[in-house]
Each structure stands twice: as C-alpha cells, then as structure tokens.
C-alpha cells in the first residue's frame, strides 16, 4: 500500500495561514474564493492552467491548502484555450484567457533561449506567460503565481536552471511556486512567509507521469489531456513548414493560419498550396486573394493550388505539374491545367511532376 500523496482528511478551510498585509484587492465578479476565516482576506494566487494534468494538480493542490485559485491561460494562433477551460471547470475555478499571439510571434522571430526539437521556443514562451501573469498579480492583488511545471520532466524548459531563468527573466522571482516540485526547490516568499504549507507540497521530479496519474485518482481528477498535445510549434512537421515560411517569407498571420491548410512545395521564391480533399480545395478558392494563382485541372478531377502572383512562368508551369500531379491524369498523357492569374485565365498543358520531384518540393 503506497502513501497518500495528499491528505485527503485535510481541512479545506485552512488555520494557521497568515494573511498577506493588506495586499489581497477585492474579488471580482465571477471570482470565487476560499476564505480562511470569516474576517479575513484570502490568500490568492493566480495559477497558469494549460489544462494538462500538472497545471490541474498544482492549482488542486493550493485549492486543498484553502487557497482562493485564479486560473489563467494564454492562446494563439498556435494554441487554444479549450483544455483550459475544461480545467477550470473540473476545478470549480474562474479563468482568465489572454490573447498571446503578437508575443509569441514576435519571440519567434529571434527566441533568447532558442528552439526546442521544432519551433517551440518553450523557455522565452514560459518566460513571457509568467511575467504577464506577474503583472497580473500586482495590477489584481494577488500573492503568488503558481505553474505545474516538474523538475526535469522536459529537458528544455523543466530542468533547474531553466526553472530559475523563468522566475527572474519574469520578473517574478520569488514569488513564483511549483507546487509539484517545490520541496526540491529553494523556499519560495509565499512559503516563508506562511501563505502556503511548504509541508503540503509535493517533490515530484522527472520524466515518469506515474506520480501525477495516482495523485489524480487520488484527488478524483479523471479528465484532462494528454501531454505536450496542445502546441502546434512542438509538431514537427508543421514546424518544418513555419521554419520555411520564416526563412523565405517571414510570419504574417495569414500565411501561418495557411500552413494547416493543404500540401506545401516550395518552387523557386514561392511557397504552392495544393488542396487535400474537395473543403480544402473549396477553402483555398475562396481564400484566394486577387493577386495570386489559382491552378486546377480543366477535364479530369483534381486538386486546387495557389501561389503568389510573382512567380515566374518556370515556377507556374512546376506548380501545374506538382497540382497535376495529384489529379486523375492519365499516365503519358498531358494534362490541361486551369491558370487564373491577376492577367486572367488561361491554359497550361503540361505532363503531371514525377514523385522524386515531388518529394524535393515538398515542405
Ligand atoms: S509547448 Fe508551445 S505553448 Fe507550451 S511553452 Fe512551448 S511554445 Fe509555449
């Protein structure tokens, strides 16, 4: 039989938590707080929920100590809120969702700690949610901000350096508590300073979840999802297409949402879009913006592309053949391809591209 990880007969109304002095503001609405005695003001830290498990356990965990827990969460064009959400519900928490995606934009273009295995850049990105969620706590009154990160359990942003770069590049310092490690970290000002049972907390380290998934039976948690599935950026294959567009044609907002649409080539200068299926074909018709091309064939049934209006007439006709390509063309035998241009339309008739050039195209 193991031991409890949590005190499961702890009371959730805390005694023996000392008040911050005078610094906790007024809840607002839709907060919902726990308060440690009824002439008090609670406790309240602001936890970053991305909605996986460890940001679920560490809010759980100060929840349990009779903490008041606001949730906050980040989304982009690269990430969304939904399991967050989901989380804040299973908490009984309030949420806060804030838009990141000018931040993160902009750290990609040259992140200080630099990229993991794809396009993450997971150090400057956790460095930048702490220090908002930071100004958060000093514009809203709260006493700590809380993360589920665990000691070396990803061995770019999680190992004990990393950790500390994010507490002082977020200007959070030490106010800044991993409730699932923390015993395994220096005392944090809310744990010093009694806010928080240093006794209650975990030291959770490593790679293994096994710790994490019991600590959810025991607290009852059954819902969340799973790890590192919620980031575009740490795909690597949609990072290899956000590199190409970086390199060759930097990062707009329009052509990073056109990188989950269709297959990508890259012929010359230009980056060719080639529809999937009939919606992504429909998509990128509609989509299609008056200075650029639109490909498709004109007797047999196959895909659409575009590309930009500044290709040269070698990277149209190579976008015709990659497009034709995936046509029902006959084989030896041309196919004619539709050209809508900013000159109007016309035909190519051109032999559909081999696969090994295909395969050299493709981003
Ligand atoms: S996985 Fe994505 S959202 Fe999470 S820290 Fe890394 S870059 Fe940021």
Not at 175 to 200: C, F, G, H, I, Q
Not at 342 to 362: H, T
Request: aromatic share 4%; with cysteine.
């Amino acid at each position: 039989m193991t031991d409890s990880i949590v005190d499961k007969n702890s009371c959730l109304f805390l005694t023996g938590v000392r008040h911050p002095p005078g610094s906790a503001g007024a809840l607002r609405p839709g907060e919902s707080s726990v308060v440690n005695s009824s002439s008090s003001k609670p406790i309240r830290a602001l936890c970053l929920l991305s909605g996986g498990l460890d940001s679920q356990l560490a809010a759980r965990l100060l929840l349990e100590q009779g903490i008041a827990v606001q949730g906050v969460t980040f989304t982009s064009i690269f990430f969304g809120a939904k399991a967050a959400e989901q989380a804040a519900r299973q908490l009984d928490v309030p949420l806060l969702i804030e838009d990141f995606t000018s931040t993160i934009l902009a750290m990609l273009a040259h992140p200080k700690h630099g990229f993991g295995a794809g396009m993450n850049p997971c150090i400057d990105c956790h460095i930048a949610m702490v220090r908002r969620s930071g100004e958060l706590m000093r514009e809203r009154g709260f006493q700590l901000v809380s993360t589920g990160e665990v000691l070396n359990q990803r061995p770019m942003s999680q190992h004990r350096q990393a950790l500390q770069q994010v507490a002082s590049e977020s200007g959070v310092g030490d106010y800044l508590l991993r409730p699932l490690s923390a015993k395994l970290l220096p005392e944090t000002e809310p744990e010093k300073r009694n806010w928080v049972d240093r006794a209650r907390l975990l030291a959770f380290e490593g790679r293994s979840r096994k710790p994490q998934m019991a600590l959810a039976r025991e607290l009852g948690i059954t819902d969340y999802p799973q790890p590192a599935g919620g980031c575009l950026l740490t795909d690597p294959a949609y990072g290899k297409r956000l590199k190409d567009l970086k390199t060759h044609e930097g990062l707009d907002i329009i052509p990073i949402l056109r990188l989950r649409l269709g297959r990508h080539f890259r012929v010359g200068a230009v980056r060719v879009i080639v529809g999937r299926n009939q919606a992504e074909n429909q998509q990128l018709e509609k989509e299609r913006q008056s200075a650029e091309y639109l490909l498709r064939p004109r007797d047999i049934p196959g895909p659409s592309a575009i590309l930009p209006a500044g290709a040269t007439e070698d990277e149209l006709q190579q976008a015709a053949e990659i497009c034709a390509r995936y046509s029902d063309f006959l084989a030896g035998q041309p196919v004619l391809m539709e050209v809508q241009g900013p000159l109007g339309r016309r035909m190519l008739a051109i032999l559909p591209a081999m696969p090994e050039m295909i395969e050299s195209r493709r981003i």
